[in-house]
């Protein structure tokens, strides 16, 4: 259930960078960054993890119908997420939300989605290339996969310049691994050589059913059947989701084809707000994963390299605010208008919504005409 | 002014698809077999050879693959036209169509379309294996976010093609493959009708037959022989499936007073189901007998051996229109 000799890892759990031979490819990527970014990656973790809780709280409070948590992923995603260039397209699941940080997306946006005014409500053009999320498991991979073919057909992969060349990169989880459309979208990827990287996160759990029901053999292995390049990360560290991330999208963007991370993390909460833990896994578990947390591991390593109090006490009140700023926006939210249940169900003029829509435009009139008699 | 040339559907199908590709470089073929092949009814014949391999796909041997990378490719600008190989093999695409590509404009809240055609050869009449002779249209009728045509002639196909793949909508496009080899005159340079619009396909005062695809035919054999024997039917081709173009439905069945709807599909919640309701709702006092439907029966589709059993035929559709008369 936790790592093995496969896991590469750059930090360790004591937050110590490991060195070796296999590490010694990545740890220069690690070296060129700066003290700034090194902030900002811990920055949006921890921005994360409040807004996370928030999130949480208003659920429990009746604002929200559903909360989906990261907790416990912030390492995989935001190391990932910052390994991308300003060209590139996300196609995320529906537990990224340090992805959508990262990318600019205010994310009242997930808020709006999850306390059911809107089934999805943005767009990627105007959000950094992030795209909506996706419900329905694993169908976003083959999006991607297509938004990439596409890629290739414009001529915008592949060509040699990196601050051009666009990659995708495309989030799903263990349990839809087992899906076909995941599967499928391998199949499309490698046909095609697509400019784009599956990035798995294996948090152990799809809902209550353990990896292992899905998988005999670890899940990173299986992209090699589809000639696919791949690689297991410790997904708890940052710093390697970061640098693999970045060399492999390096790598897919310069036209060397799909490639595929397996990201060892544990979703420490619910699956969602809807869900109950206990009823499947032990408390030891979720306490050995407690030991190997991303932001705890990261914080050690800043403060080792010299980050000053001050820093972690300041982002602690930004995170405050963040969170603060949700709320207040959240409760602040009204209900959308009823037409809009008709509005951009197509693109073009359709005489059924339009019927309908005039139908109960009359029906609701009806009833105040009737109140003004009264 | 005209421009007559006499094709068979397939072809017109193809000519069609060259004009939009023509047209507008964003428009892409994906699909089993399409290139080198031409695909198994040859419809995409000679575009791979015109247009090259980018823009004429063979893609690996997976349905849900398929619709689900055109989706990514709209979102990249481009027009995909996707072909499933036959009406029974969509079911694995099924998720992609309904899921995402009719929900994902909505789910956008109008800020993207979704420009893709899934093109369906579809229906009996060619004594095929199971899972190629099916008629899934209700499925996708049902769906809100999708637009679904079936056009009945080589001209309707030509042009419906291209309206079809210049709509920003998504379009489920239903070929009749028994009727992709007779010939029939194709205007290329009038198209005559909208996308979404029934058509008069024979004028008739005292019955009125509707239907769709392959059944049209099947309606106009019928409609010749009620004349030589003195009755007069008039012959409706639905065209469009979803949103269905009732003016010209309502306008016939207040002339007429009788409705007979036939299809290939199941009988039971089927599109004529739909429009029998309509027309009940909206023609009541117009109408001289019930709505009749004449169907496929609610079984499986049969081995080919009875499928002539099993699909409405003229006598079957003039036994329907003898009980509307005799109401």
């Known amino acids: 259930m936790s790592y093995t000799e496969a896991t590469l890892q750059l930090l360790s759990p004591a ?58 992923q912030e390492g995989a995603q935001v190391g990932s997420g910052f390994a991308m260039r300003p060209q590139d397209h996300i196609f995320p699941s529906y537990r990224e939300h ?35 999320y996706t419900m329905v498991l694993g169908s976003q991979t083959l999006h991607a996969t297509g938004y990439a073919m596409g890629i290739t057909l414009d001529g915008k992969a592949g060509t040699g310049n990196p601050e051009s060349d666009e990659a995708v990169i495309t989030y799903f989880g263990d349990g839809s691994t087992s899906q076909g459309d995941v599967n499928e979208a391998l199949v499309f990827a490698a046909s095609y050589q697509t400019p784009e990287l599956f990035f798995l996160q294996n948090n152990q759990w799809a809902i209550s059913v353990p990896v292992s029901k899905q ?40 036209g060397g084809g799909p490639r595929f991370i397996e990201a060892l993390t544990y979703r420490m909460g619910a699956h969602t707000s809807s869900d109950d833990p206990t009823k499947y896994r032990s408390d030891e578990e979720t306490a050995h994963w407690a030991t190997l947390d991303p932001i705890s591991r990261f914080e050690t390593y800043l403060r080792g390299r010299g980050e000053s109090d001050a820093f972690f006490a300041e982002l602690k009140v930004e995170a405050a605010d963040f969170a603060e700023d949700i709320r207040k926006r959240t409760v602040e939210l009204g209900t959308p208008p009823v037409g809009d249940m008709f509005d951009n169900v197509y693109s073009e ?9 005039a139908w109960l435009a009359n029906y609701e009139a009806a009833f105040a005409e009737s109140e003004v008699g009264e | 002014m005209s421009e007559l040339e006499s094709l068979p559907m397939a072809k017109a199908l193809n000519s069609g698809l060259r004009q939009a590709m023509l047209h507008d470089q964003k428009v892409i073929l994906m699909g089993e077999d399409i290139g080198p092949l031409g695909g198994v009814f040859r419809v995409t014949e000679g575009l791979q050879a015109e247009f090259g391999a980018n823009r ?77 002779q099916e008629s899934p249209e209700a499925y996708f009728a049902h769906t809100p976010g999708l637009r679904v045509v079936s056009p009945s002639t080589p001209h309707d196909a030509y042009w419906m093609i291209q309206d079809a793949i210049s709509s920003d909508d998504p379009v489920i ?16 340079a009038e198209r005559g009708r909208t996308l ?63 409705l007979v709807i036939a299809q290939e599909a199941p009988g039971s919640v089927s599109v004529g189901s739909e429009i029998a309701a309509t027309v009940a709702e909206r023609a009541f006092y117009s109408l001289e007998s019930p709505v009749l439907r004449v169907s496929g029966f609610d079984t499986p589709f049969p081995p080919a051996k009875l499928e002539t059993i099993y699909l409405p035929d003229a006598d079957r559709v003039l036994e329907a229109v003898d009980r509307a008369l005799a109401y």
């Open chain 1, 349 to 357: 003029p359709h005489p059924l919504i339009d019927d309908q829509k």
């Open chain 1, 215 to 254: 998988s005999r053999t670890p899940l990173y292995l299986r992209a090699g059947g589809f000639g696919i390049p791949s690689v297991q990360i410790d997904g708890n560290d940052v710093l390697v989701s970061y640098a693999a991330s970045r060399k492999y999208l390096e790598e897919t963007r310069a």
């Open chain 2, 56 to 132: 004429v796909m063979d893609t690996p041997l997976a349905e849900s693959g398929i619709v689900g990378t055109a989706i990514g490719l709209a979102l990249r600008g481009y027009r995909p036209v996707c072909e499933i190989q036959f009406d029974g093999f969509v079911y694995p695409a099924f998720d992609q169509i309904t899921s995402q590509l009719a929900k994902l404009t909505n789910r956008h809240e109008g800020g993207i379309s979704m420009p893709v055609v899934i093109r369906i050869p579809y229906g009996g009449h060619i004594g095929a294996v199971e899972h190629h």
């Open chain 2, 173 to 188: 496009f239903l070929e009749p493959k028994s009727r992709y080899w007779p010939k029939g005159d194709v205007d290329t």
């Open chain 2, 196 to 258: 979404h619009s029934t058509a008069v396909a024979r004028e008739g005062t005292e019955v009125t037959l509707l239907g769709h695809g392959a059944m049209v035919s099947v309606l106009l054999q019928a409609a010749e022989i009620a004349a030589e024997e003195g009755t007069s039917v008039e012959v409706l081709d639905l065209r469009s499936l979803s949103p269905i173009d009732y003016g010209p439905i309502l306008e016939s069945v207040r002339k007429t007073g009788r």
């Open chain 1, 98 to 132: 340090a992805v959508g940080i990262i990318r600019g997306l205010d994310v009242l946006n997930i808020i709006r989605l999850l306390r059911g005014l809107t089934h999805g409500g943005w767009t990627a053009a105007d959000n950094g290339n992030f795209h909506i």
């Open chain 1, 15 to 72: 937050g110590v960078l490991v060195e070796s031979d296999r590490t010694a490819e990545y740890l220069p990527v690690i070296e060129q960054l700066t003290d700034a970014e090194l902030r900002e990656f811990h920055r949006v973790m921890v921005l994360t993890r409040a807004f996370d809780m928030e999130g949480t709280n208003l659920q429990r409070q009746g604002q929200m119908g559903l909360w989906v948590p990261s907790l416990g």
